[in-house]
């Protein structure tokens, strides 16, 4: 068993970079690319502020490289086996890792034979140094590095502008793309004609560049001998210092909301869990009895009727069900009984757990008994399809055993029907009953979006449905990778139950 | 079937049995299992349901429009409804029309080959009409290169891409369309597919008005106008006319001082459902939403089924390393929340209805690959299909001229259910808002019911929910009477 669960979690490997592969590819497709969203955050700044921006997002995610590579980079700060160095948290749960390496500007060669960052001076925090001065000081020289890389952006851009305007005016337009940028490959095959004004222009701007290039990659260095003196606490666990360590998956820094994925799923994630789970047991509990009533009573008017009833539950779709809870159960123009929104009352807070009564009698129904109020609308929504399935799978399972020659044996010793209904049939018929949970839980997953939506609940569907609105590309990707692997999850434990129910099956 | 042998005799002796007296030819499968369910009634109502939802999908233009059925100005009176159509919708009426001619006869070639022939050219007819207007989008863009725009601009052009295209689809389809039927028979039914097409295409160069002012005009007295039964169109949006409850009258809606100005005849237009979040015709939309839910279950689910045929007989015949790898895609499909796959689908791509049936297709197919999967296993080993690879017949013709029949009936009976799902699928997405824009839909009327004004609108809830809802629970019947009829195990249950 020990070995089959280890092979069957290595397998879920590929198969949550199938997902996400396919979910990054998706968003690449789409209109503006991998990059859309992040972008368009930029569009209403001041010029510095945006090439500060951008210079964030280049670092963070290169979105000029070839989305393979973007993913892969994705993939490696989600990976929970890192190579390379630690990282370290920040007290507000961003991790910090070295800034990746600045291109120089395009054509540098053409202005100058060298580039060099200047050698770093060694740095040693002073002795009387605390947690949040360290925090200080390095964000200081954050800001210092993430400025002089701005500049050098900036000053890039318009080095590139002058150059592609002096490459148009030697008749080299081949070398320059209709967006105005440079292609490298002209760099090699051409010597600049120095007595152009166009030239001399596009010197002066290349010469600024080189210079805030220069002060970039220093700020760089500088930052990265702060990072290696370790302002902060590193993630993780090393398993061989230096090149490879184990550490919780960084699943990045939402845009739209500005706080870490991670702590925004962890707020969601149970929320979600908890409605399926009730769902999941009452589904059981009223299902199973309801099937073994129509398959016991096989062909009358309750096997039709319940038939029946199956069908039209199976079908009715679940926004309708959501919107005529809210409509005629919730809404205060018609029964107004139950709320509208949330899953707590406003002020949950003061309650106390169970239900009292205060010194005037008044009854207060505590935070237990009010959370379950909260619940019983989305949790009767999710429960009705999974109850219809599970159902009508019953009443086939126990249908097919009826017809199973050891019941006729049993029948023929003059076992009792009662017992040959529930001592021989039930039993042999409860295995099919855990494969359900298979089909049945990742439907539930879906109602459950539609449902967290009509109900006002903060759960994984809701964020989802806000990351696709707000195009936010990290968010996105975290929801349906921890989506997918809670699924994954569930379904390998509905093949333990099953061998745990069934000593025939073994998977040694 | 019956019809070639005349009345048999009440009853027959074994020695004319043997001469062939009063033999009854053996039904085909699928005969058998349609005439069983015929024989329940739930299932004969949802196919009743079904039809009735079609005819609306493709009569909805005539019966619910805000262009007048006839106007009359100075003496001289024309239709601005018919004038109006889209080629689409002309198209499906004419389609509609040879379908009930071609379908209801109980005479001539067998049914199936009928509505093979149908499907065929409701295929190339639908290829046409997408590829022209996709060609003629990109022609007519402002960013299109000179060439292009030169092109659309002149005056040919409404003519000669519709032929092009519709010239060039006809040879593709005579080439696909092989097995079927004699050479003569289908040049003559994909010419005149083509011909139709493109004819229709050409004649209804020009967009529909999607903006109009009959009413205005009506009221100053420049025009005469009658209307149709509804006289409201879908996108006919109007400020002073949200959410009225069902049975408002124009007039009511639009309070004493406006409706003073209208002719008294369109004071009295009723909006029988009531209206929407937009001012929109509630009872106009649902009708017109008839075509998209109809279109959306029966094509996504046909490419999810190619799809998932084809990777799951190239599983189930191959196996071994072939299964390993595909299987390992179809468990990444199967390993994430449908609905979290499309609705990142359906937010970052275009949202239109092509794209919609395209992304509900491509997400949907695992099912199919799996069925297909199980019983070619099933089937590799046994010796026709042997024999058919000894003779060293093509991967193409072993797989689906030998395998497929044999293996395609639980892809079939499966179809239905997803053919419902697909429906469900589109009503949730457009509930959530991740619909196609501009096109009517019943999970969009859906979602007004409950928005941020926070009263609740019970007609909103009601009537697209039944609609929706019936045409699912009717999918679903027909797909219970179909897997009994062939599920020769349950049927031994019943008993």
Redesign the interface.
């Given at each position: 068993m020990g070995t089959y669960i280890i092979r069957r979690l290595l397998l879920m490997i590929?198969?949550?970079i199938?997902?996400t592969f396919?979910?990054f590819m998706?968003?690449a497709?789409?209109?503006g690319g991998i990059g859309a969203g992040l972008r368009v955050a930029g569009g209403q700044m001041e010029a510095t502020s945006r090439a500060l921006q951008e210079a964030y997002l280049e670092d963070r995610y290169g979105l000029n490289d070839p989305v393979v590579v973007q993913y892969g980079r994705w993939l490696s700060r989600v990976s929970p086996v890192k190579f390379g160095e630690r990282e370290q948290i920040a007290p507000d749960g961003s991790r910090q890792r070295a800034p990746r390496a600045i291109d120089p500007p395009v054509g540098w060669q053409w202005i100058t034979d060298d580039l060099a960052p200047a050698a770093a001076e060694p740095f040693a925090w002073p002795d009387d140094a605390t947690e949040e001065s360290k925090d200080r000081t390095y964000r200081r020289q954050s800001n210092a590095y993430a400025q002089a890389r701005a500049r050098s952006i900036a000053a890039a851009t318009e080095f590139e502008q002058a150059l592609s305007a002096y490459l148009r005016a030697v008749d080299l337009d081949k070398f320059v793309f209709g967006t105005g940028k440079v292609r490298p490959a002209a760099i090699k095959s051409h010597t600049p004609n120095r007595d152009l004004p166009e030239w001399q222009t596009a010197q002066a701007l290349g010469e600024q560049a080189l210079a805030e290039y220069q002060g970039a990659i220093d700020e760089r260095q500088n930052k990265i001998t702060m990072l290696r003196a370790k302002p902060y606490r590193e993630a993780g666990v090393p398993i061989i210092p230096g090149t490879l360590s184990v550490a919780m998956p960084d699943l990045g820094v939402s845009f739209a909301r500005s706080r870490p994925v991670s702590t925004l799923i962890a707020e969601a994630l149970p929320i979600t869990l908890l409605l399926n789970v009730i769902a999941f047991v009452l589904i059981y509990l009223i299902a199973v009895p309801s099937g073994m009533l129509a398959a016991a009573r096989?062909?009358t008017a309750i096997d039709v009727g319940l038939g029946a009833l199956y069908?039209?539950l199976?079908?009715?779709?679940?926004?309708?069900a959501g919107?005529?809870a809210?409509?005629?159960l919730a809404?205060n123009?018609?029964l107004g009984a139950f709320p509208v929104a949330g899953l707590h009352d406003s002020a949950a807070d003061t309650f106390a757990f169970l239900p009292t009564f205060s010194e005037s009698g008044a009854f207060q129904r505590g935070y237990l008994l009010d959370s379950l109020w909260h619940v019983c609308l989305p949790v009767l929504c999710l429960v009705y399809g999974g109850f219809a399935v599970l159902s009508k799978q019953t009443r086939?399972a126990m249908?097919?055993n009826?017809?199973a020659d050891y019941v006729r044996t049993a029948k023929a010793k003059g076992v009792a029907p009662r017992d040959v209904l529930f001592r021989h049939v039930f039993r042999n018929s409860l295995l099919p009953l855990i494969t359900m949970f298979v089909s049945i839980f990742?439907?539930m997953?879906?109602?459950s979006?539609?449902i967290e939506?009509?109900f006002s609940v903060q759960g994984m569907g809701n964020l989802?449905?806000e990351a696709?609105?707000l195009?936010d590309r990290e968010l996105?990707l975290a929801?349906?990778l921890i989506?997918?692997a809670v699924?994954?999850l569930a379904?390998l434990l509905a093949d333990i139950l099953y061998a745990l129910a069934d000593p025939r099956i073994s998977y040694e | 079937m019956s019809a070639t042998t005349p009345n048999p005799p009440e009853s027959v002796t074994g020695v004319q049995l043997a001469q062939g007296i009063g033999h009854q030819p053996a039904k085909g499968f699928w005969a058998d299992a349609w005439s069983q369910v015929l024989k329940r009634p739930a299932a004969v109502a949802s196919i009743a349901w079904i039809a009735i939802v079609a005819v609306f999908a493709i009569l909805a233009p005539f019966i619910a429009s805000g262009h007048p059925l006839t106007q009359t100005i100075d003496g001289q009176t024309t239709s601005p409804l018919i004038d109006n159509l889209s080629s689409a919708d002309v198209l499906l009426l004419i389609f509609g029309i040879i379908t009930a001619a071609m379908m209801l006869p109980k005479r001539g070639a067998p049914r199936s080959k009928r509505g093979a022939a149908l499907v065929l050219a409701a295929i190339q007819a639908g290829a046409t009409v997408i590829l022209t207007a996709a060609i003629r989008s990109w022609f007519e863009r402002r960013s299109a290169p000179q060439f292009a725009q030169d092109a659309a601009a002149a005056a040919a052009f409404p003519y000669a891409l519709p032929i092009a295209i519709a010239s060039l689809l006809a040879i593709l389809f005579l080439i696909a369309s092989r097995p079927w039927q004699s050479f003569a028979a289908r040049l003559a039914w994909v010419a005149m597919i083509a011909v139709v097409a493109a004819g229709v295409i050409s004649f209804k160069w020009t967009e529909p008005l999607e903006r109009f002012d009959y009413r205005e005009r009506e009221a100053a007295g420049m025009i005469d106008a009658t209307y149709t039964l509804i006289p409201f169109s879908p996108g006919q949006t109007s400020t002073s006319l949200f959410f009225e409850p069902p049975g408002t009258t124009l007039g009511e809606g639009l309070g004493e001082r406006a409706a003073g100005r209208l002719p008294p005849e369109d004071a009295g237009k009723r909006f029988i459902l009531g209206t929407d979040a937009q001012g929109q015709d509630v009872l106009t939309q649902m009708l017109h939403a008839c075509r998209l839910s109809i279109s959306i279950g029966l094509v996504s689910t046909s490419i999810a089924v190619v799809i998932g045929v084809t990777i799951g007989a190239l599983m189930g015949y191959f196996g071994g390393w072939v299964d390993l790898l595909l299987y390992r895609v179809v468990e990444i499909f199967m390993a994430i929340p449908l609905l979290f796959l499309l609705i990142v689908a359906a937010g970052v791509l275009p949202r239109n209805t092509y794209v919609m049936m395209i992304i509900i297709g491509c997400v949907t197919w695992t099912g199919a690959a799996r069925f297909t999967r199980a019983e070619f296993f099933k089937l590799r080993n046994q010796d026709f299909v042997q024999s058919a690879r000894s003779v060293g017949l093509p991967l193409r013709s072993i797989l689906f001229r030998h395998m497929l029949p044999n293996g395609v009936t639980p892809v079939l009976v499966d179809a239905s259910f997803a053919i419902a799902a697909a429906i469900l699928i589109e009503a949730i997405l457009s509930f959530l808002g991740l619909g196609p824009v501009n096109q009517p839909s019943w999970g969009r009327l859906l979602s007004d019911s409950t928005n941020e004004t926070g009263v609740f609108k019970w007609w909103l809830a009601i009537f697209p929910g039944a609609a929706i809802f019936l045409t699912v629970l009717a999918y679903n019947l027909i797909g219970e009477a179909l897997r009994d009829a062939i599920d020769p195990k349950l049927k031994k249950a019943r008993v």
């Open positions: 590929p198969t949550i199938g997902i396919l979910i998706l968003i497709l789409s209109p096989s062909g069908v039209a199976w079908s009715f779709p679940i926004p309708l919107v005529l809210i409509g005629f809404s123009d018609y086939a249908l097919e009826y017809n990742p439907a997953l879906s109602g979006v539609v939506r009509i989802a449905i696709i609105n195009r996105i929801t349906t989506v997918g699924n994954l379904l | -």
